[in-house]
Structures are given as structure tokens and as C-alpha cells.
């Protein structure tokens, strides 16, 4: 998936809640064919919580038989590609020669490091038979001094995440440390990444150790010092405050943030670096065909003009 900003960038509304710095509502695109994507970030007043400069909540939809995703190959350099699913499959190419089925629950993290290439389509099963399809798509901007490490993958299945279960909730810990429990994922910075579902009138607690926190609402409602929040939205967070969110009906939300980068970074199509001559090499790169390929992959996504 690819990003360009928007002109008019729908800006946040600081609440009444001391601790609550800002409430993003993502901006909604439809891609066609009835596919929905939700953006909470990059936003105009806010471009990334902790190393997460990216943010695309997607669906739900529901393809029909000998319809699904098509995203065919595209570059990217300084990020790295978190995909994360509900509901449906998705088959990851990549041009390091790996081949993933991506399903709900597991954790796929792409580095581009210097550069890589993907394509993100439907399997050929779920397109014959039609599937539902809902998750999210984020990208974690690389430190300065790890920009340009050689690209990598790594995928777990759900199976091999670390869950807190307790009285209603559950806590799936994707990336990092939460809920005292600690990801096999291996990172090149401090990030954290939790996916929790709570009942009807569960408080839940938001570690206040990291730097920049916040949670996204995927669905449901929640109540935060007397304020109430439907989603999807994503809830930005002051540092250092502790936070206890009371589910008001069942609710699905990402817990996300890390320590910030060094410094913002530019972003251009699927580019992200520090530096914007960076960008410009890469998009020559691209244009001229030294990406390396995605293997039987037979064609791919232009540079846009």
C-alpha cells in the first residue's frame, strides 16, 4: 500500500483529559471495488508516534468469488512494513525471495532497510472462493544510523505471540513489550505493537514506560477520564501519565508507540528517509528498474508522475 498526503489533512481535537494530547479521526479513501481504507497517520499535526509514521486501517470488505487484492510490486526504502489481520489472507512476494501467506493474528515485519520490493495479493484459494478481509498496514520509520541495513523479513503466526488472558481481556503482544510479556520479534529500535480485546465494562491499562504511546480504536467504544471515544480513531497520549481505558461496549484496539526517532523524516510514495536526496535516488531506482525484481512477478506499479 502506498501513501501521498492529502491537501486538506482533517486535524485532531485536543480533549479534556489532561493525559489525552490528541484524537486523530483517520481520513476514509475508497480504493475501488468497495475496498475502504482509513489513514490515521502521517497526520497534518501529528506525524508519527514513535517510530510509527504510517497508519491504514483497511475494510471491512467482502470479496466475491474471482475478486480480492491486487497490489501489485512497489519499492520501499527507510521503513519497515508492518501488515496485521482480522479477518482474510494475504499472500506477501518480496524481492529477498520470500513467500508468505500473511492470516489473522500472525505478525509479518518487512525492513526495507536500502531497499526492497513486494506485492500484496488475495491466495489463490480465498480468490476462488471469495473471503472477508479486515486489518491494518503500518510503517515503523528506521533510526537514522538504520536506514540503509540490508533488507529482511520476518514472520510469526499467531501461534507463536505471547497472549495475556484475564477476566474478558486479551492482550496479543505483536511487537516489543506489554502486558509483561515480551514479542519474539526482533527490532532495530524501541517500539511496541499489542493488539487487546476487552468485554463490556473492562478497565485496561496503558504502560506508562514508553515514550510516545497511543491506541487505535478498530472498533467499539471506550470511556477515558469521563470522556467517552468511538472508533476508529486513533488516541494520542502525553508521556509519563497513566491511563486506565474502561470498555463501554465490547472493543477491538491497537496499543502502539516507542521511543521517538532522532528527528522527522520525509516521505514520498512509498519512500521514507531522513534525507530527501535519499528519496530522490530512490525514486530514479525505481524508474530506471535497479530494485531488484519480485521474483514471478510480471509486472509492477509505476513511479507516479
Not at 486501517?57 to 470479496?63: S, T, W
Amino acid at each position: 500500500m502506498s501513501w501521498f498526503p492529502d491537501k486538506d489533512p482533517v486535524l485532531g481535537d485536543v480533549k479534556s483529559c489532561d493525559a489525552l494530547e490528541m484524537v486523530i479521526v483517520p481520513r476514509t479513501r475508497d480504493l475501488g471495488d468497495g475496498f475502504a481504507v482509513r489513514r490515521a497517520l502521517p497526520h497534518g499535526r501529528r506525524q508519527m508516534v514513535g517510530p510509527f509514521i504510517f497508519f491504514d486501517h483497511f475494510g471491512p470488505v467482502q470479496f466475491v468469488s474471482g475478486k480480492g487484492m491486487d497490489v501489485r510490486p512497489h519499492p520501499h526504502i527507510g521503513l519497515a512494513t508492518v501488515t496485521y489481520l482480522f479477518d482474510g489472507s494475504i499472500l506477501h512476494r518480496d524481492s529477498e525471495g520470500n513467500i508468505q501467506e500473511i492470516q489473522p493474528g500472525a505478525m509479518n515485519l518487512m525492513t526495507a532497510g536500502r531497499g526492497i520490493a513486494h506485492s500484496e495479493r488475495t491466495p489463490d484459494l480465498e480468490r476462488k472462493n471469495g473471503q472477508k478481509m479486515l486489518g491494518l498496514q503500518s510503517w515503523i520509520a528506521l533510526p537514522a544510523a538504520s536506514e540503509e541495513i540490508a533488507p529482511s523479513f520476518q514472520h510469526y503466526a499467531a501461534a507463536d505471540l505471547p497472549v495475556a488472558s484475564d477476566r474478558g481481556l486479551t492482550a496479543r503482544v505483536i511487537a516489543g513489550n506489554s502486558f509483561g510479556l515480551s514479542s519474539p520479534v526482533a527490532m532495530v529500535s524501541p517500539w511496541f505493537y499489542t493488539e487487546v480485546t476487552a468485554a463490556q465494562g473492562i478497565g485496561v491499562p496503558l504502560d506508562p514506560d514508553h515514550e510516545e504511546r497511543a491506541i487505535y480504536l478498530v472498533d467499539g467504544e471506550v470511556e477515558i477520564a469521563g470522556d467517552r471515544y468511538e472508533g476508529p480513531c486513533l488516541l494520542v497520549f502525553r508521556p509519563g501519565d497513566r491511563i486506565t481505558v474502561k470498555t463501554i461496549r465490547p472493543t477491538r484496539m491497537m496499543f502502539l508507540g516507542g521511543d521517538a526517532l532522532e528527528g522527522p523524516r520525509h516521505i514520498w510514495w512509498n519512500f521514507v528517509s531522513s534525507s530527501k536526496e535519499r528519496i530522490e535516488q530512490a525514486k530514479q531506482d525505481w524508474k530506471t528498474g535497479r530494485f531488484a525484481p519480485v521474483p514471478n512477478e510480471h509486472e509492477f506499479i509505476p513511479l507516479p508522475e
